[in-house]
Nanobody
Framework: EVQFVESGGGLVQTGASLRLSCVVSGASLNSYDISWFRQAPGKEREAVSCISTRNRRKFYSSSVKDRFTISSDNAKNTVYLQMNTLEPEDTAVYYC????????????????????WGQGTQVTVSS
C-alpha cells in the first residue's frame, strides 16, 4: 500500500521558518511527481509547490515563490518543503500529494491529477 505521511508542522511566529517532510512508503519516490497543497479554514485548497523527482523540475505558487523551497531525498524517500519568512497568511493544513503523471506548468496545481494524499500537518503562524 502506498502511503504519504507528512510531519513538521507547528506553531511559530511571523518571520520564522519550518521544514515539512513527506515520507513516501510502499513505492519508490522516483515513481511520482509530488506536490504540497494547503488549505486554510474557510478557503479552497491551494497548490503550493511541486517537484518532479524524475526530471528535477520544480514549480511554485506566486504566493510562496522566493520564500519556500521544495527538495527531495530519494535515499530517504522523502520530499521536503522548507518554509522561510512565514506569514500569518501561511496558516493552513499542509498536505503532500503524489501522482504518477509527469506534471507540467499547466497541470501541477490541479488537485484532480493526484492519486495519493497524506493526512496533513497543521502550520500556524502567529502575528
Amino acid at each position: 500500500e502506498v502511503q504519504f505521511v507528512e510531519s513538521g508542522g507547528g506553531l511559530v511566529q511571523t518571520g520564522a521558518s519550518l521544514r515539512l517532510s513527506c515520507v513516501v512508503s510502499g513505492a519508490s519516490l522516483n515513481s511520482y511527481d509530488i506536490s504540497w497543497f494547503r488549505q486554510a479554514p474557510g478557503k479552497e485548497r491551494e497548490a503550493v509547490s511541486c517537484i518532479s523527482t524524475r526530471n528535477r523540475r520544480k514549480f511554485y505558487s506566486s504566493s510562496v515563490k522566493d520564500r519556500f523551497t521544495i527538495s527531495s531525498d530519494n535515499a530517504k524517500n522523502t520530499v521536503y518543503l522548507q518554509m522561510n519568512t512565514l506569514e500569518p497568511e501561511d496558516t493552513a493544513v499542509y498536505y503532500c500529494a503524489g501522482t504518477t503523471m509527469r506534471l507540467i506548468t499547466s497541470t501541477w496545481s490541479m488537485s484532480t491529477y493526484y492519486d495519493y494524499w497524506g493526512q496533513g500537518t497543521q502550520v500556524t503562524v502567529s502575528s
